[in-house]
């Protein structure tokens, strides 16, 4: 295989070598993905007359942005903001002090077998359902409002925290536990000086991040009744008050923006 | 509060200086006082008379899941394809989106600092809006239907792969680079064969990640109308047949945990 390249290189016909070793494998793959593409498209019925009837609202949509109307809905921009903001900030608290105790469970150094299997069952049912399919289930459990939002953003926040903690706390450095243990240290002293320092700067830049992820869902979950900017948003968009909307989507990204820039910033500042 | 003292009392060593101790405090109050004031204004909202017989409706819902209507599986396999084809030919289209922007906004690769602020640009707008926003955007100017929703995921993947992709492009080793252009390599042909065997892995690693999540996020995007078993979903749900939404939260689940699966087995095999 490597004998006529390297004899082409000699003559001054370099070729680089292939992504995939295997020519087999690599003939295969394409194949594969031809075929995969030839079915889906062939799969997809595209209605082209809607589309052309749509493409002038899409104009309107873009010429919305550029002249956003912060003005006109203001009370329920503000309003359904605040809700946002306040949803997000509870939700990340409640979730990271619920997602400590089921990381440490679900880290397999630290946790008896029966616990650490539980921890991630609890782990995986949270994180493989999007926030919006929980969201629904709430809102019907705790009715409409801010309340059944903050308790979804916050069972999100569970899995996502404890998922990484607890990888986290596998790969800590084994030796300052020994050397702690050693001491005669029960366990929860293990875990207050061995675990905790060498886990908690992450710990915080990760907050901050999952600050930063609530937020932006805190603007989607709105859409089944959780409260929310996302509430004005869909209600913008479905009236085609298209101004409005550019201008809730502009606010977003804004705060997002903000969010992004704080979170890198405590992030440098902890580690 | 100090350590240990010597014989005269003075203290010797000691953590925090008092001032950086009472910062702490404030800093806790702070905290503490700005959750309380998130949590009344979410509490103002909330009806807890709803609230109270949570736990009734919660198992009022539970009884009407089970047992899952199976019958109606057989009806789900079409919107399952859907939903696996939004998701990869979304990833697929974003992928072509965003390796150009990635390279414009990376800054060994860019032609020009101003080009390269306006890719930035691009990235965050598309990061910081969720693909259902998107989806809901592109409904109403597409009209419903499975385009809408690989139009949806594909905006949304430029911000995830194109962030990634040119933070690894900024971490990639100068010398193969000055090495290529030693030689009289043109622009083009230093991307060619200096940067892009560098950054090849990382990109494929990435774009198989968040081809999962993109499985993961194409679930929902039905419940706006963008195709897919989440339009499924949201018909169950508005007729109030629990045991056939039982069976979309199954097979949802299963789906996913098998595209996890699959990217962590194909990242494993590509780094």
């Known amino acids: ?271 | 509060m100090p350590v240990s003292t010597n014989e005269q009392g003075q203290p010797i060593w000691r953590l925090r200086t008092s001032r950086a101790q009472w910062l702490g405090y404030i800093g806790w109050l702070a905290g503490a006082s700005l959750f309380l004031l998130c949590w009344k204004l979410i509490s103002d909202n909330t009806m807890w008379v709803f609230v109270q017989d949570a736990g009734r409706q919660g198992g009022d819902l539970i009884s009407r899941m089970l047992p899952p209507q199976w019958s109606y599986a057989h009806r789900l396999w079409k919107p399952m394809w859907d939903t696996i084809n939004i998701a990869t030919l979304g990833t697929l289209l974003g992928i072509a989106m965003a390796f150009p922007v990635a390279f414009l906004a990376a800054r060994n690769t860019t032609p020009h600092p101003l080009v390269r602020s306006i890719a930035l640009v691009i990235i965050v707008a598309s990061r910081s809006i969720n693909s259902l926003i998107w989806a809901m955007l592109l409904v109403t100017i597409l009209g419903p239907g499975v385009l809408a929703g690989i139009i949806a995921i594909a905006l949304r993947s430029i911000g995830f792969i194109g962030k990634l992709l040119y933070e690894a492009i900024e971490e990639i080793h100068p010398t193969p680079v000055e090495a290529i252009s030693a030689t009289g390599a043109s622009r083009m042909q230093v991307m060619n064969y200096a940067v892009l065997p560098q950054v090849m892995p990382a990109f494929a690693g990435i774009s198989v990640y968040r081809w999962d999540i993109n499985i993961r996020e194409s679930t929902v995007l039905g419940l706006v109308g963008a195709g897919g078993i989440g339009l499924q979903l949201n018909s169950a749900i508005n007729s109030l047949a629990w045991n056939q939404v039982s069976v979309i939260f199954l097979m949802i689940f299963v789906t996913v945990l098998v595209s996890e699966w699959v990217s962590v087995r194909v990242r494993r095999a590509i780094i």
Request: charged share 15%; glycine share 8%; hydrophobic share 50%.
């Open chain 1, 1 to 271: 295989m490597s004998a006529p390249r390297e004899r082409l290189a000699e003559q001054g016909e370099w070729r680089r070598l292939p992504f995939i070793g295997d020519a087999r494998l690599r003939w295969l793959l394409a194949l594969g993905v031809l075929l995969y593409l030839v079915l889906a498209l062939a799969s997809i019925s595209v209605n082209w007359a809607r589309v052309a009837e749509g493409m002038s609202r899409g104009l309107n949509f873009l010429a919305a942005f550029a002249q956003p109307d912060f003005v006109s809905r203001r009370s329920d921009i503000v309003n359904g903001l605040l809700e946002s903001l306040t949803m997000t900030l509870t939700s990340t608290v409640i979730g990271v002090a619920l997602a400590i105790p089921v990381g440490l469970g679900a880290a397999r150094n630290i946790s008896p077998l029966p616990i650490y299997l539980v921890c991630r069952g609890i782990i995986t049912v949270s994180r493989t359902f999007q926030e919006i399919i929980i969201a629904i289930l709430f809102v019907v459990m705790f009715g409409f409002g801010p309340l059944a939002g903050m308790i979804t953003l916050a069972f999100a926040t569970i899995g996502f925290m404890a998922k990484l903690l607890a990888e986290d706390i596998e790969d800590l450095d084994w030796r300052q536990v020994e050397a702690v243990r050693a001491t005669g240290a029960s366990w929860w002293q293990t875990i207050n000086h061995a675990v905790q320092p060498q886990v908690m700067p992450r710990l915080i830049g990760l907050s901050m991040y999952r600050l930063d992820i609530n937020f932006r869902e805190s603007a989607v979950i709105g859409i089944v009744g959780a409260g929310g900017i996302g509430a004005t948003l869909n209600t913008s968009i479905s009236r085609y008050e298209y101004d409005t909307s550019a201008a809730i989507l502009l606010i977003i990204i804004a705060i997002v923006l903000l969010c992004e820039y704080c979170s890198s910033h405590v992030r440098r500042w902890t580690q």
